[in-house]
């Protein structure tokens, strides 16, 4: 699992639509169906109730939203670390 498909995910949970995630992230559809489908297999579990042309988080989408959020906000912060150590 990569932080792209972190932010895939979170864009998906964001929008509750993967056509319009997908228009907003700048990749088809298909691609982004995909991602979220590997996702959830490599997890072993759904994260999303699939409903016609919707998409709600269930109770494990909520818990790796909040989670997905922390590591990415993580990653960012290790990264501006980093970055400020470089400059001291």
Do not use: C, W
């Amino acid at each position: 699992m990569d932080t792209r498909v972190l932010r895939y995910f979170l864009k998906v949970a964001e929008t509750n639509n993967i056509t319009r995630a997908a228009e907003q992230l700048h990749v088809t559809q298909p691609t982004l169906s995909r991602q979220i489908m590997d996702l959830e297999e490599e997890l072993g579990v759904p994260l999303f109730d699939r409903q016609r042309r919707q998409m709600h988080l269930n109770q494990a989408g909520v818990l790796f939203r909040q989670r997905a959020s922390m590591m990415l906000a993580l990653l960012e912060q290790a990264g501006n670390e980093l970055h400020q150590q470089g400059t001291d």
